[in-house]
């Protein structure tokens, strides 16, 4: 199972980018899946997960209302749709996928055992 992550770069704060997750061996259908995103010199952070085959999705209080996750089950790929960067966005975002999560572990790291490889947003002000 391999998933990667695409669409990472440089931003201006007020821009937006839009992250791609495509699974390859693995189908997201029954899936949770989910961003993170990982700031120099702190923790892995939930960012924002699409449960299971229900599709409802939940956000971090950071990035409500600016962010919006959605997966697109016939092409295996979820997105991350950022607006409104803002420097405190910058990262290494991470999109990872597990078919086993439950709701109180969705926004824990250690629930997933997919990983894609990373890709770097850098907002600048």
């Known amino acids: 199972v391999q998933l990667q992550a695409s669409g990472g770069g440089l931003a201006q704060a007020g821009d937006s980018l839009r992250l791609s997750c495509a699974s390859s061996g693995r189908t997201f259908g029954r899936d949770t899946a989910a961003w993170f995103r990982q700031a120099p010199g702190k923790e892995r952070e939930f960012v924002a997960a699409t449960f299971r085959s229900y599709g409802r999705a939940y956000y971090a209080d950071s990035v409500k209302g600016r962010f919006t996750i959605s997966r697109d089950n016939a092409k295996n790929t979820v997105y991350l749709q950022m607006n409104s960067l803002k420097p405190e966005d910058t990262g290494v975002y991470y999109c990872?996928?597990?078919?086993?999560?439950?709701?109180?572990?969705?926004?824990?790291?250690?629930?997933?055992?997919?990983w894609g490889q990373g890709t770097l947003v850098t907002v600048s002000s």
């Open positions: 990872a996928a597990d078919g086993s999560v439950i709701m109180t572990s969705m926004r824990s790291p250690s629930a997933y055992l997919s």
